[in-house]
């Protein structure tokens, strides 16, 4: 019984501290994705910061909000929400996706595209966002 008691004791404190840590979430300024051209089979990686559009062939890409769950964990639980738009003929958009990408697990958005696949590869925080004139808009 003496030695039990220590031990459960030990048990409870270390698994108590290491909940603290997990939920730490903080909140990111730049998304990091890559999106696949099906057609060409290329894949881009981009760094879109939070709020700016960029604008890929004929899709739009708006990244709203991008966080970091535990940020020490090499950003596996990265999450984003992004806001995704197709150029039509009369230089309108009309409504494709608006909805979380998750970094962790990569088939839970519904984002689906006959052309063009894309996945979140991280969120950042940076003191140094790029301006929207510094992002290339690839033909």
């Not at 960029?54 to 769950?69: D, G, T, V």
């Not at 535990?70 to 003929?89: H, M, P, Q, V, Y």
């Not at 608006?98 to 839970?108: A, C, E, M, Y």
């Amino acid at each position: 019984m003496f030695l039990i008691l220590p031990l459960l004791v030990y048990c409870q404190n270390s698994y108590s501290n290491s909940n603290i840590s997990q939920t730490d979430i903080t909140e990111g300024n730049i998304t990091s994705i890559s999106i696949l051209d099906k057609i060409t089979a290329k894949v881009i990686k981009l760094d879109i910061p939070i709020n700016t559009v960029f604008y890929y062939k004929e899709i739009e890409i708006k990244p709203k909000k991008c966080f970091i769950k535990n940020i020490l964990s090499n950003n596996l639980n990265a999450f984003s929400n992004l806001e995704i738009n197709k150029k039509i003929a009369d230089n309108s958009y009309i409504f494709l996706f608006d909805g979380w990408f998750f970094k962790s697990r990569p088939g839970l958005n519904s984002f689906e595209h006959p052309i063009y696949d894309i996945w979140l590869n991280s969120c950042k925080r940076s003191l140094d966002v790029i301006s929207v004139g510094n992002l290339k808009k690839i033909p």
